[in-house]
């Protein structure tokens, strides 16, 4: 069973579009995240969410918003599409304890293209 | 905010040889730092991580060292195989707050190991 799922795994759309890449984890994990990868690799935090508080990263435009239905997924909802908005987007969860930190499993990535 | 630094970008090997890929980091108060390998078209996968109560970890063919005062840690992967070509990740984050549950990893740029046959 894939621990961290994301779909789809590839997403086409045109400027200006809405859309949502979905994401699941069965880990049992209280902390969910989401992360963006350029063209350059360079990866970077967007959102870390858990049933206490959200973490947006100030950088990231209020056109993205995460979702979260229940404790095992974290929706990624954007806005009014641009074309640098794409990138491959990863899902995360750990389990994050006070103290000391978790590891943190990564889905397969979903690749977005704004045409 | 804290600002991860690695070096470098990329890495020739011949395979049999070792690869050492370093990482410096701004923030004190840091104290996770794991090294993920991302394969082509593929999630980071966590390899080894090392906390910063410990100065030196190490899993088979992979070993991470911590400086803490000059805050800069780095991986090593000895007897290299063409299976360790990939992109490899350093990051550092803190632990979480009290009453908080998350935490945010920062990662450096990337290092692409290629090793040769």
């Known amino acids: 069973d894939t621990a961290v799922s994301q779909t789809p795994k590839y997403l086409v759309t045109q400027m200006g579009n809405d859309k949502s890449i979905k994401c699941e984890q069965n880990?049992?994990?209280?902390?969910m995240y989401w992360y963006k990868q350029d063209s350059k690799k360079f990866l970077k935090i967007m959102f870390s969410?858990?049933?206490?508080?959200?973490?947006i990263n100030e950088t990231v435009p209020n056109r993205f918003s995460p979702k979260s239905p229940d404790k095992a997924h974290l929706n990624l909802h954007i806005n009014s599409l641009e074309l640098g908005d794409s990138a491959v987007y990863f899902c995360?969860?750990?389990?994050?304890?006070?103290?000391?930190?978790?590891?943190?499993?990564f889905g397969q990535g979903t690749r977005l293209t704004v045409v | 905010g804290e600002n991860v630094e690695q070096h470098p970008s990329t890495l020739s090997v011949q395979e049999g040889d070792s690869a050492v890929i370093k990482c410096t980091y701004s923030?004190?108060?840091?104290?996770?730092f794991p090294w993920y390998k991302q394969e082509l078209g593929k999630g980071p996968q966590l390899i080894i991580d090392?906390?910063?109560?410990?100065g030196e970890k190490k899993d088979q063919r992979i070993a991470v060292t911590l400086n803490k005062t000059a805050k800069h840690f780095s991986l090593h992967i000895t007897e290299t195989q063409p299976e360790d070509s990939a992109v490899y990740f350093c990051?550092?984050?803190?632990?979480?707050?009290?009453?908080?549950?998350?935490?945010?990893?920062?990662f450096g740029k990337g290092t692409k190991l290629s090793v040769i046959p």
């Open positions: 995360a969860s750990s389990q994050a304890n006070t103290g000391w930190d978790t590891e943190a499993f």
């Open positions: 880990l049992g994990h209280d902390t």
């Open positions: 969410y858990n049933n206490k508080e959200l973490i």
């Open positions: 923030d004190s108060a840091s104290n996770y």
């Open positions: 090392i906390r910063s109560n410990v």
């Open positions: 990051a550092a984050s803190r632990a979480a707050r009290s009453g908080a549950g998350s935490y945010q990893l920062t």
